[in-house]
């Protein structure tokens, strides 16, 4: 019974995380559209840096935060997007979900050449009002593996926390609804 219980609680962390790389299928062939405050480029080193409420959206996802710095190769494909913030906000619809996946961390940085999610500082990822917490989530999008980290011990709780000790990972994960009818 515990195994099963052990095996059904990683089956819903996971899911939370897996998830992220099924994105909706349409959301890479739509516009992406990049507002913010003001722009720095420097066209020799790729490097694009937009500053005050920055805000990125394609398709169904949308990211938030107060600086966003890219790293666009010869070809002019993005590298990496590095996203900081108090916090740095991510949302998507995801492939045959009702409802979005929603990601906050101080840092938010997507490594597309890599294919790496990673999450740093007060990491959150919230999705049909199941949550992880951790001090970092580092996400391999291509293998679908996800390693969650507790911060410093020394670390305070915020205030939403119930007492939580903020140097381990908390998962929150809300019962299934039952089908009526």
């Known amino acids: ?4 219980t052990i095996s059904g609680l990683l089956s819903c962390l996971l899911g939370l995380l897996v998830q992220t790389a099924w994105a909706l299928d349409d959301d890479t062939n739509q516009p992406a559209f990049l507002d913010a ?3 720095e480029i420097d ?4 490097v694009r840096i937009y500053r005050g409420n920055v805000v990125f959206t ?3 996802m949308r990211l938030n935060c107060d600086k966003l710095v890219t790293y666009i190769d010869d070809d002019q494909a993005l590298e ?3 996203c ?5 906000r991510f949302k998507q619809r995801l492939q045959n979900q009702d409802e979005d996946m929603r990601a906050s961390a101080l840092e938010i940085t997507l490594n597309q050449k890599n294919d790496r999610l990673l999450l740093e500082s007060q990491a959150r990822i919230e999705q049909g009002g199941s949550i992880i917490t951790g001090d970092k989530v580092n996400y391999d999008l291509a293998t679908r593996k996800a390693k969650i ?3 410093d011990p020394g670390m305070q709780p915020d205030s939403g926390s119930d007492s939580q000790d903020s140097s381990r990972v908390r998962v929150i994960i809300q019962p ?3 089908e009526t009818g």
Do not use: H, V, Y
């Open 1 to 4: 019974m515990l195994n099963r």
């Open 37 to 39: 405050d003001d722009m």
């Open 43 to 46: 066209f020799t080193k790729g």
């Open 58 to 60: 394609q398709g169904s």
């Open 80 to 82: 990496e997007a590095i």
């Open 84 to 88: 900081t913030g108090d916090p740095a």
């Open 149 to 151: 980290t507790g911060g």
């Open 176 to 178: 299934r609804k039952k």
